[in-house]
DNA sequence: TATAAAGTATATAGATTTAGTAGTCTTTAT
DNA sequence: ATAAAGACTACTAAATCTATATACTTTATA
């Protein structure tokens, strides 16, 4: 399961999205739209920010705003900076790799093997899908929903 | 990420696999020979057990033994007896459903649909991979690196 | 039939992680 | 000068996970 900070992170990846080229968001603002508490989104923004994601403006008027294209910005990416692991095991986490302790050899482990390709499965989705596209979903869903 | 429950309760069944057709297996047995502590790996021996999995035998000369042919278990079974999650938001499972609190339209969210695609993609694999396709590979894998 | 081997069941402790809060500091517009 | 807003660090509370402990039941067999 993703933690609440990926969630977070994502939807706020989302609303920002929506508002790419406008003036930049304060905390407070998404906080609110959100429901995410404050103080906690804060870090979150921070990380994304050191990450290289926003920009941010301090001070009267400022705020946090996409640093780049929300087509740039992939969900792998996301899940990355926030430590949401896409991998199922560790010995099949490309960016946190960590050795099985009870595994006797890695390189003929059939779990192992399975594992792998639900990883490789889950990263293709995650990686062909922007902050743009769940925008874009967000609306086709509604579209549909709205019966003409 | 699974826990190490799921993880120990899989290589258990794995072991128990490759037994299939021969006497019980003691606890004792599977925990050394798969490095497991004893007292954990009989909580889920026992889980197993209770969700139908395995046949055990009290006593002297007891144990335990798969059920079921290997082929009949499904790794998605075992993550789900074991609680572990195949989807990677709540409101994206199939058997541990909740609604995420600050989700205002579950129906028209953009980041569910995606993660409905994911958890898709990750459960075809894991209905479609049993205990003895995890033998399997390990064999094929252990071939393959056998250079003749 | 006593004993040891083995599973059953429940409780609990310890460690780790997650979620959230608090407080102080820095920058900037007005 | 002041207020608005982000930056940074520290801390706490709750939840979860991993593991251990203890007591009980069943069964083979000497």
Known sequence: MLSKKTRY???ALVVMGKNFGNEPMQ???IAAEEHIPKKFLEQILLDLRNAGLLYSKKGA????SLIKDPKEIVLAQVLRITGGPIALLPCVSLNFYQRCEECMNEETCG???VFM???NAS???LTETSIADVIERENTLSDSKTVI
């Open 9 to 11: 992170a994502i939807k």
């Open 27 to 29: 905390i407070s603002r």
């Open 61 to 64: 008027g400022g705020g946090y």
């Open 111 to 113: 779990i192992r093997d």
């Open 117 to 119: 390709e639900v990883r």
């Open 123 to 125: 990263l293709k989705i």
